[in-house]
């Protein structure tokens, strides 16, 4: 079943899944590209170093090797001498480490940059577990990587073994040579060993960076059920989705019910449009829209208002024009206030009539709705409800 899991997996990783795997500190790094970097480095410092280092070391060796009566006699300055010069050698070779460290680390970073997370650290009993870590012991990437340390060790072996062979009989030449002499050839040898170390580190690492990278986004690979997974985990399920938006229309449609009981008056055609209009004497300004909708919800609306006797007109091009051009808790367009402010004053003296104030109005008047705020004189209102 793992083998097919794995052979599943054939599609590239997500943006997300190489988010997260950075996160859990999972990052292309190629050891040999850090060790190659930490010897050049080395290298170059020590090259640069070497004429003031020549004469410091002579001169370093020259004090140490040089005896008298009372040094020999005194047990404890022997001692002394030594750390002096252990001391003193112990802070010429930390700054060579401290850089070839810090080349190491900026090498390392060089191929998955740099990243943060404390997730490695954390306990996971789960890796005590010798059954859950022998598949990853036996595994493709695991033998690979075995196998190419073996071959750097072999080969950096034989490539040692080799140039020492060859520069033995110099080595031993250096011991009849005088001290600067002897010092700056043997640095010249070690030196030279070195640079070949440092090449042939430079051929692993040309062919390990490519490699660290493919079995890095080989790992990561994702199955055509994986992507789907993390579709739905981004988008959300669907139903749920869907259920949520219902929720929310019909609290929305509530709140506009709630609010049609407060209205002056609703404005509706014969079946599919009502929109309910608030007029505030007080703050001035224009009518505003507290409730509107269309088909079975301007139904809803024309029963609450009945019940909360709201009057209920019928304007079917006024009521048109506000459900498609009005938003709701906002004043009407400025284009329908003339159209809004006749049926207004036709409510008012309706109420005024019924209170036995004035005459009875007749029928409402044709009012000034602009054509082109009518949705059935829009190109692209074919079919919509008369």
């Given at each position: 079943?793992?083998?097919?899991?794995?052979?599943?997996?054939?599609?590239?990783?997500?943006?997300?899944?190489?988010?997260?795997?950075?996160?859990?500190?999972?990052?292309?790094?190629?050891?040999?590209?850090?060790?190659?970097?930490?010897?050049?480095?080395?290298?170059?410092?020590?090259?640069?170093?070497?004429?003031s280092?020549?004469?410091?070391?002579?001169?370093?060796?020259?004090?140490?090797?040089?005896?008298?009566?009372?040094?020999?006699?005194?047990?404890?300055?022997?001692?002394?001498?030594?750390?002096?010069?252990?001391?003193?050698?112990?802070?010429?070779?930390?700054?060579?480490?401290?850089?070839?460290?810090?080349?190491?680390?900026?090498?390392?970073?060089?191929?998955?940059?740099?990243?943060?997370?404390?997730?490695p650290?954390?306990?996971?009993?789960?890796?005590?577990?010798?059954?859950?870590?022998?598949?990853?012991?036996l595994?493709?990437?695991?033998?690979?990587?075995?196998?190419?340390?073996?071959?750097?060790?072999?080969?950096?072996?034989?490539?040692?073994a080799?140039?020492?062979?060859?520069?033995?009989?110099?080595?031993?030449?250096?011991?009849?040579?005088?001290?600067p002499?002897?010092?700056?050839?043997?640095?010249?040898?070690?030196m030279?060993?070195?640079?070949?170390?440092?090449?042939?580190?430079?051929?692993?690492?040309?062919?390990?960076?490519?490699?660290?990278?493919?079995?890095?986004?080989?790992?990561?690979?994702?199955?055509?059920?994986?992507?789907?997974?993390?579709?739905?985990?981004?988008?959300?399920?669907?139903?749920?989705?869907?259920?949520?938006?219902?929720?929310?229309?019909?609290?929305?449609?509530?709140?506009?019910?709630?609010?049609?009981?407060?209205?002056?008056?609703?404005?509706?055609?014969?079946?599919?449009?009502a929109?309910?209009?608030?007029?505030?004497?007080?703050?001035?300004?224009?009518?505003?829209?507290?409730?509107?909708?269309?088909?079975?919800?301007?139904?809803?609306?024309?029963?609450?208002a009945?019940?909360?006797?709201?009057?209920?007109?019928?304007?079917?091009?006024?009521?048109?024009?506000?459900?498609?051009?009005?938003?709701?808790?906002?004043?009407?367009?400025?284009?329908?206030?003339?159209?809004?402010?006749?049926?207004?004053?036709?409510?008012?003296?309706?109420?005024?009539?019924?209170?036995?104030?004035?005459?009875?109005?007749?029928?409402?008047?044709?009012?000034?709705?602009?054509?082109?705020?009518?949705?059935?004189?829009?190109?692209?209102?074919?079919?919509?409800?008369?």
């Open positions: 079943m793992a083998d097919q899991g794995a052979q599943d997996r054939n599609l590239p990783a997500s943006p997300r899944k190489l988010q997260k795997a950075r996160e859990d500190g999972q990052l292309p790094r190629s050891r040999d590209l850090g060790h190659f970097g930490a010897v050049a480095a080395g290298i170059a410092l020590l090259a640069v170093m070497a004429p280092a020549l004469g410091w070391l002579t001169a370093l060796l020259q004090r140490g090797l040089r005896f008298d009566a009372q040094t020999l006699s005194t047990t404890a300055s022997m001692g002394e001498r030594f750390g002096s010069f252990g001391g003193q050698f112990l802070w010429a070779v930390l700054p060579v480490g401290a850089v070839t460290i810090l080349v190491a680390m900026a090498t390392g970073f060089a191929i998955g940059g740099w990243n943060f997370t404390t997730k650290l954390m306990p996971n009993f789960g890796k005590l577990n010798p059954l859950t870590g022998l598949p990853k012991l595994s493709a990437d695991r033998l690979i990587d075995t196998l190419r340390s073996c071959l750097l060790a072999l080969v950096l072996g034989t490539v040692g080799f140039y020492l062979a060859r520069q033995m009989p110099a080595f031993a030449a250096t011991l009849e040579l005088p001290l002499a002897a010092i700056a050839q043997a640095g010249s040898d070690v030279f060993g070195l640079l070949l170390l440092a090449l042939t580190l430079a051929g692993f690492a040309v062919v390990d960076v490519p490699l660290q990278r493919f079995q890095h986004a080989k790992r990561l690979k994702m199955s055509h059920q994986e992507v789907k997974q993390e579709h739905k985990e981004q988008e959300g399920n669907v139903e749920v989705k869907s259920k949520v938006k219902a929720r929310m229309r019909e609290m929305a449609n509530r709140r506009m019910l709630a609010a049609v009981p407060k209205a002056d008056l609703v404005v509706m055609n014969p079946t599919h449009y929109v309910a209009l608030k007029y505030d004497e007080d703050k001035g300004g224009a009518p505003r829209v507290v409730a509107k909708g269309a088909d079975l919800m301007a139904m809803r609306i024309r029963d609450t009945r019940a909360a006797e709201v009057p209920v007109l019928q304007a079917a091009v006024l009521a048109r024009a506000l459900y498609a051009h009005a938003e709701l808790d906002r004043e009407v367009p400025v284009a329908l206030y003339g159209a809004v402010a006749q049926v207004l004053a036709y409510v008012y003296q309706l109420r005024a009539a019924l209170a036995g104030q004035v005459p009875m109005p007749g029928a409402l008047p044709e009012l000034p709705v602009p054509a082109e705020l009518d949705p059935h004189n829009q190109p692209n209102a074919a079919g919509a409800a008369a």
